[in-house]
Structure formats: C-alpha cells, structure tokens
C-alpha cells in the first residue's frame, strides 16, 4: 500500500481521528492540520461518479422544479461579488446552475470530468465533459469561476485552485463552497455525517484550513456566506434518515437520479420514499432555525468563501 500523505502539504505526520460508517479512515495532517480521508482502498473513478440518468417522470421534474430555489440562493452568492460576466461552474453534475445562470445574465460555462449526462451548447451555455487540464486552454477567461462543493473531492486542491485562479479576469471572483469539518452536524453524526461522504470526498476542510488552501493557491478571501440552507438541511435530513433507513442516502440519489437506486425493487423505493417523506419534513422544520444559529458561529454544514487573485 503507498505512503499516506497529507493532500495539502504533503506532510506526512498523521493523527487518526476516527473510522468513517463505511469503513474508511480519517485522519489530520499534525503539520498544516487540514483533515482527510484516507482513500487508499477507494474504487476508480468512474465507479464513484457515474454519469447522471436524469430520468424523465412528472414525479422528477416536480422534484427539480422545487429545488429551483437553491440554484437561485447560489445566484445570489455568485450576485453579491459579479452582477454578469462570463462564470464557470467547476465541477459542474448536470449543468444545471450554469444553465440557470445562462438564463440569468451570465455567458455560463459547466465543465464536469466526470459524470456529465449530456456536454452540449446552447445560447449562453457551453456544457463540457473534459478534465481541466485538458479543456483550460479553450476555456477563455471568467469574472466568476464556482466551485459548488467540488473542492473536498480533489486530491490536488492547491494545483487545482491555482489552475482555476489563472483563468480570471482581473477583478474577477472564485467562490468556493465545501463541507465544514467543524459543523454542529459532523459534531453530532460523527463518521455518519451525510456530508463526510468518504472516499468521494477527500478532503475535510475547517475555516482554518480552507483559508490556509486558498492562500497556498495565491487566493484571498474577500468575503463568506455563512447560512446556506441547501447544504445545511440537506446534511440534517439525510443523515438522520441514514440512521433509519436501509438504504443510505436514498433521497440524495433520488434527486441526483444516477442510477444507483436501480437495485431497489419498486416496492422497496416506494418504502424508502414514504419513510424519506414522513420522517424527513419535522427534519427539514428544525433544520432551518438550528442551521441559521449554527452559522453565527461559523458551525454551519458548508463554508462558503469568495477570493480573488493576490
């Protein structure tokens, strides 16, 4: 087995912190403290970022309009730095933010290396499947580049973020989003937390550590979001409903419709989904108020930072 090393620095003096429910370590690098997961027993790839279905039902598309509102709390980040412009969304899934910017004022690039359903154009909107390395040079540049948390699944995030910094125009905005180590929730759920989600996410990141990542990358911060409900009751109802339910993450699969509920009969879907409803709406109601007291201490599930270029 290779030689463990911290993604950041590269340290090797390494604290475990505990084993995650699905049997992978995660351990602090002692010397730039930023916490991980050690993945080196991880499948490839392509086994952990299928490409998405995105199945056709009315049932579906009911679901995707209703979460229409957290693509527009993602506007409004992305609004209070860059009014319009030309933005990248890193790390894109299925496009769609960068479609609901292309129709928001924006000239929208999504790029995805992985599990893009369907790399396509339309006006305002260039959707590619492609790694950075290889599609940057055609890229162009952008006065706002977003990284929806896509920054914990990478093994390189420094380089990464360096790449991503020499795409912006001068001026110009990289908002990164990621899951917060030190939440009220990772506190409660410990290696069950929803958000944890070892081996696709790497890297575990805190206040402390995403700034020293960012600053690492030539990047400073020049502001933060410190509420967003989208991760924060998203974490709280699918990490209880994992303490419930056969099925982990059941309603996250539903929603990112990739296949991985093919498995399931159609009876046990239906369970699964009566159980998700029942039990996940009281969630949802204390989520909110708790997510909103946790985030003025900067505890909340996701740690959201816009920097520009030094």
Known sequence: MSELRCPMCQGESLEPLFTASNGFPIVRCRTCRLAFSDDRNSPPPDQLYPAFDQSKSAALDTLRSALAVFLRQREGVVTKFKQSGRILDYGCGNGAFAKWMSRHGFEAVGLEPFSLGDPHEEPNLKLVRAPLDQASKDLGKFDAITMWHVLEHVPNPVEVLSKLRALLNPGGVLI????????????????????????????????????????????????????????????????ALNRVLPHSNFLYELVKDRGALKELSPLSQALHLAGSMALGAPVLAMSLPVEAAASLTNSGAALTVASVAR
Do not use: M
Request: proline share 9%.
């Open 176 to 239: 990164v989003s990621v899951p917060n180590f030190s939440s009220w929730q990772s506190a409660v759920f410990k290696g069950a937390w929803f958000h944890l989600d070892p081996p696709r996410h790497l890297l575990q990141f805190e206040p402390e550590t995403l700034t020293e990542c960012l600053g690492r990358a030539g990047l400073s911060p020049v502001g933060e979001v410190r509420f967003l409900p989208e991760y924060g009751s998203s974490g709280w109802i699918q990490s």
